[in-house]
Structure formats: structure tokens, C-alpha cells
């Protein structure tokens, strides 16, 4: 390797020097706390020594730095670790560290970005590599910078096929700039991992995914140095052979050490074994600064270019309103990024790809490592990033989108053929839970939008919109019922259809909402007079909007929606009105697993069409008027 220059002597001792204590501050703080996972801490000891004080180009007073090398600790287990390396960089206290765990300590059991040296949440193992990904496929394709991307995983979670989805991307998009280091110590939490110490198995699939793969002691310093310089032309495998509990040996290469920390007693008597492992060195290790390369990027004040130019009566699905949308915005700032999972035809997705092909990130059927590409490429704030597939597909990588949650993660998402309106395709395809999924997420804002000029201003709030935004897109085509200058914000509802004399409410979005006034025409004639509402977001409600327009109506609400009961729109007003009294609410919704048909027939079938919405209203005032 002509451009290996080997360590000094003295360089070398310094770096053990600093996996010792690394070990050391990981007992300490664990044993503190009365929790964490020492044993794992100390099995990649080395390996994070070499990498924050030898490979890693960062500035430790600014982790947030646009130039910095990345670092994901896939395995969070071994926060611990992480946290005492930035204690060795000066970024954190001696004390701090000792605070584990504690509730009012930011340095939690696993890392989150309540640290700013944590771009995302880890601890759901085998999603670290395919947010490295994305944050890889950014420094190389849009940042065009030298940064590179480093991931250390554990070996229990190369059992995830999350961790083998994020393996094709990378080598697919010779992503040359990411380094993934497997720490492979054998044992897992209550077996061995299946492979325990087969490194040529390791090897070999790795090498099956086009990946450069390596084998080395991760406990040798010098092999270590030598692996993370090599001449990179493909994405990296260092495959590391270590001992779980390396430096107690109460604990080494034992099982049933896994999450248990050090007795008080146990731990002094390590602690003071390994304090004398550590070899006078006069030299003091400090990370190499990076280049300046990465482009400056502002994300604020993203803004349509121009109003909605579709016209009233005009048909419009909004799945094609979408992608017609994205690409507008993609017109108006270089660094939107969508991507989608081999359905770009479906979502309209294709509409940005062949405007901004350079932007546009092709994940193949992989919906959970589009999530995790997804949250690398919006990290640290690179890129606006938008990605779309089937409503349905999005219940695969619900555990990637909690993640995002956790992780404080600005991600846009869209899923299309929402609910049993897609028709024949059936009830595979049907997106009948989604809203009930994204709800529970505690930082998702949910759009619902029913014709072409709401769906361009979801797209538009959402780029702006903080957390995770999904946008729930229909097939069908429908009118465009908004006039282009309609002004629409996050949380508030629009009423499209009402008069003096309405006598009751009806909330519906999307499909529901064009045949709730489709039924206001019916009952019209019937001189029956209803409100219509359209919430625009199913969340946050308009929960005031409602309850006011409810009242008119002497508290008749009827919601009717394309998804289940359960978790959906229905349940969003009735947790709204819970409180109020005085309320008759009645919900529609597909009451059970449908089946294949065409749209209008499945409406019917289901009870969410014009015709059920009628004999709802019609039942409802009769029980009234029954009441008196």
C-alpha cells in the first residue's frame, strides 16, 4: 500500500492508551448509572480509538460541522462508548459522563440527538448502515464534498434484512465514501450470533453485495489503522474479530454478561487492573481537521415559485398532483431530493425524476431502507427530502419511521392508492391503516388533501413543516374544487360546502370528501341542507373549527373516510369532541378487509359512497326528531 504511512511507535501506544480508558469510562458510567451494556462498549474499544483519533477528519468542538467526517454508532448499545470518546475529544465533561441515564442527564441509554454529536437516534438495530447511506449518497452526488461516511454495527444486527437492503444500495451507487466497520465479538443477547467467529462467512457476503470486505484483529491497532487507510474504489467492510467484555475477565467471550453492568466491587478491581495497563506516552493524539468543501446549504423560506395554475371542474388525481408539485418545487430550490421505492409511475414521482434527474434517488423495493436513505440525506439539514411509494408499502418500515421520531428527523413522505378506491388491485395494495400509523407517531403531521391545488400546498408546507410529514395520496381523479389563491396552513380545516339552514356536519378528506358533496347535492334536493368539511390535515385537527361548525348543526357529526375504523379520521374528531357535550357523532369508514373491485362499487359495498352518506344523514335527523 504505497500510501499507507504506518503509525509511529508512539502514535500507536497513544491510541491503546486511549481504548484503555475508553473501557475505563465506559465501567464507570455504566456501573454509575445501573445500566448500559459495558461488555459491548468494550469490544469496540479499538476500533472507535483508531477512528476518532487517527481515520475520522472532524472538528470535536463543532460535531455539527457540514465538513466533518459522519459517524453512526449503528450498535447503540454502546452509547457508553460513544460518550466517553467525546469525553477523550474535550467536547464532553468527566462528569457528564457519570450522569448516564439519570432524567435530567441528556446522555440517554442509547444516543440521541439531544447530543449534538448524534445526527440520529440508534438503538433499533440495523438501520445505522442505510442512514449512513444517505448521508454518503448527499457528500457524494449532491455535496459533491470529501467527507466520508463511517457506521459501526454490531454483529447480532447483521440478521436484519434491513442491514442487506442498505448493503445493495451502496454498492449499487458505488458509494465509495462509506466505511462500515462490523464488530463482530460472537456473542448476542441471550445466544451466540449465528456465525459467531466465521469471518470468511462475514467476508464472502459481504463481497456477494459488492462490497470491499477486510478481516482484522479489531483489537490490533496497527491492523486497524491500515484497514481504515486503504484506497477506497467501492464501499468498505472492516470486518472485525473481538471479544465481548474485552479487559474484564470476569466477562470476556462469556455469555450472560449482555446488558449487565460491573458490581461496585467488580468494577474497582477492573478499573484498577486496566489504569495499569496504560503505558506512559508523551504524545497527545488530536483529530485531523477536514476540508472546507462541503457547499453552504439554506433550507429556509422554501416557497412555490407561483400559485396552483389548475382551474375549478378540472379533473386531477391528487397522486399526479403530487409529483407535478414536487417538481415545481424542485425548480425553485437545488436542494429538494426526492426518491421512491420502484414506483415512480405510481406516485408520479417520475414527474421530478425526468425534470431533475440528478435529484432524484431510485431506492428499488426496499421501503425501509428508503426511510433510513431518507433520514441520512435530510441530516444536518442537507437536503429537503421527499419520499413516496404505495400507502400500504410504508406499515413495512414503520419501525424506520418511529426512528425518525426519535431521531428529530425532517423527513416528507407520500403514500399513494390510500385506501380500497385504488379498485382492482385489492387489499394487499390498499392503504386502510396508514393514518392510524402515522398518528401514533409523536412528531408526524398528517396531510390529507382532496384536489390538485391542496395537494400542491401540502407539498409546499410540508418542505417547511418540522418532523415527519406524510401526505396522503388518492388514484382516482376528482375535481378541482379550491380556487388556485385558496390560502391553506397545518391544523386548519376548510369548509367547502354549507348554508343558514345546515343540519349536520360532515368531515371527510381525500375521495370521501368529493362524494360528501356529491351527497349534499342529493339532499339538496330532498331540502335537506349539511355542511361539508374538508380537515386538510387529519393532524393536528382542526379540532376548534369543527366544534364550532358542529354546533350549528345542533352537534351532528358525521365523518366518513377511505381507511378502517380504527386510528382514523373518525377517531381524530371523536377524541376532539370527547370532552364536549351535546354531541351526536356517526362515523363510515371500510368496517373489515375488503376486497377487489371497481372503485365505486367498493364505496358502495363498504358504506363510504354519496348513497351511504345520504341514509346516514337521513338516519340521523330522523333519530333526532325520534328523540323529541
Not at 120 to 138: D, E, K
Not at 430 to 443: K, N, Q, S, V, Y
Not at 469 to 489: G, M, V
Not at 572 to 580: D, F, I, L, P, T
Request: charged share 20%.
Amino acid at each position: 500500500m504505497e500510501d499507507y504511512h504506518k503509525p509511529d511507535q508512539q502514535t500507536v501506544q497513544a491510541l491503546r492508551n486511549i481504548a484503555i480508558r475508553l473501557r475505563i469510562n465506559s465501567i464507570k458510567a455504566t456501573t454509575a448509572a445501573g445500566s448500559g451494556h459495558p461488555t459491548s462498549c468494550c469490544s469496540v474499544a479499538e476500533i472507535m480509538s483508531v477512528l476518532f483519533f487517527h481515520t475520522m477528519k472532524y472538528r470535536p468542538e463543532d460535531p455539527k460541522n457540514s465538513n466533518n467526517d459522519r459517524f453512526i454508532l449503528s450498535k447503540g448499545h454502546a452509547a457508553p462508548a460513544l460518550y466517553a470518546m467525546w469525553t477523550e475529544t474535550g467536547f464532553l465533561k468527566e462528569s457528564e459522563l457519570l450522569s448516564l441515564c439519570q432524567v435530567d442527564s441528556t446522555l440517554e441509554g442509547h444516543p440521541t440527538p439531544k447530543q449534538q454529536f448524534v445526527d440520529v437516534a440508534t438503538g433499533s438495530l440495523g438501520q445505522g448502515l442505510g442512514v449512513a447511506c444517505g448521508m454518503a449518497y448527499t457528500g457524494k452526488y449532491f455535496d459533491k464534498s470529501s467527507y466520508r461516511v463511517y457506521c459501526l454495527m454490531g454483529d447480532g444486527e447483521m440478521s436484519e434484512g434491513a442491514v442487506w437492503e442498505a448493503m445493495a444500495f451502496a454498492s449499487y451507487y458505488q458509494l465509495d465514501n462509506l466505511v462500515a466497520i462490523l464488530d463482530i465479538n460472537r456473542l448476542g443477547q441471550s445466544d451466540p450470533a449465528p456465525l459467531q467467529h466465521h469471518m470468511e462467512k462475514y467476508q464472502k457476503r459481504c463481497e456477494a453485495f459488492g462490497w470491499h470486505a477486510i478481516i482484522v484483529d479489531g483489537h490490533s491497532v496497527e491492523e486497524l489503522c491500515k484497514a481504515l487507510s486503504q484506497p477506497r474504489h467501492q464501499p468498505t467492510a472492516i470486518i472485525a474479530k473481538t471479544t465481548k467484555g474485552k479487559g474484564i475477565p470476569a466477562a470476556e467471550d462469556k455469555m450472560g454478561w449482555h446488558a449487565k453492568t460491573l458490581p461496585k466491587d467488580m468494577a474497582e478491581g477492573v478499573l484498577k487492573e486496566l489504569q495499569g495497563r496504560i503505558m506512559n506516552s508523551s504524545k497527545r493524539l488530536y483529530p485531523t481537521i477536514p476540508q472546507e468543501d462541503a457547499p453552504p446549504v439554506s433550507l429556509r423560506n422554501v416557497r412555490m415559485p407561483s400559485a396552483p395554475s389548475y382551474k375549478p371542474g378540472e379533473k386531477m388525481s391528487t397522486r399526479k398532483a403530487y409529483g407535478m408539485a414536487l417538481a415545481k418545487l424542485g425548480r425553485y430550490n437545488e436542494r429538494v431530493v426526492a426518491m421512491d421505492s420502484d414506483t415512480n409511475n405510481f406516485t408520479y414521482s417520475e414527474i421530478f425524476k425526468n425534470e431533475h434527474p440528478n435529484r432524484f434517488v431510485e431506492c428499488y423495493l426496499a421501503q425501509q431502507n428508503m426511510v433510513s436513505v431518507a433520514m441520512g440525506c435530510a441530516a444536518r439539514e442537507r437536503n429537503i427530502v421527499f419520499a413516496s411509494t404505495l400507502a400500504s408499502f410504508f406499515s413495512r418500515a414503520y419501525d424506520q419511521l418511529r426512528m425518525a421520531a426519535i431521531s428529530e428527523s425532517n423527513i416528507n413522505l407520500c403514500g399513494s392508492h390510500c385506501g380500497l378506491s385504488i379498485g382492482e388491485d385489492g387489499p394487499s395494495q390498499m392503504g386502510l391503516e396508514d393514518i392510524a400509523m402515522f398518528r401514533a407517531i409523536p412528531t408526524a403531521t398528517i396531510f390529507y388533501p382532496s384536489d390538485g391545488v391542496s395537494t400542491e400546498k401540502a407539498v409546499e408546507l410540508a418542505a417547511s413543516t418540522k418532523g415527519v410529514c406524510y401526505i396522503r395520496t388518492s388514484r382516482p381523479e376528482n375535481n378541482i374544487i379550491y380556487n388556485s389563491n385558496e390560502d391553506f396552513h397545518v391544523g386548519q380545516a376548510k369548509v367547502v360546502y354549507q348554508s343558514k339552514e345546515d343540519q349536520v356536519t360532515i368531515v371527510a378528506a381525500g375521495v370521501t370528501l368529493h362524494e360528501a358533496l356529491a351527497a349534499a347535492d342529493l339532499l339538496k334536493k330532498e331540502r335537506i341542507a349539511i355542511r361539508v368539511i374538508d380537515p386538510f390535515t387529519i393532524k393536528p385537527l382542526d379540532s376548534k373549527a369543527i366544534i364550532d361548525h358542529a354546533r350549528i348543526t345542533r352537534g351532528r357529526i358525521i365523518t366518513v373516510e377511505d381507511h378502517y375504523y380504527e386510528g382514523g379520521l373518525g377517531e381524530a374528531v371523536c377524541s376532539a369532541v370527547v370532552n364536549e357535550s351535546g354531541f351526536n357523532l356517526q362515523r363510515l369508514a371500510v368496517p373489515h378487509v375488503p376486497r377487489s373491485g371497481k372503485p365505486s362499487e367498493l364505496l358502495k359495498i363498504y358504506g363510504i359512497d354519496r348513497d351511504a352518506i345520504t341514509q346516514a344523514v337521513r338516519k340521523m335527523l330522523s333519530s333526532s326528531a325520534n328523540a323529541k
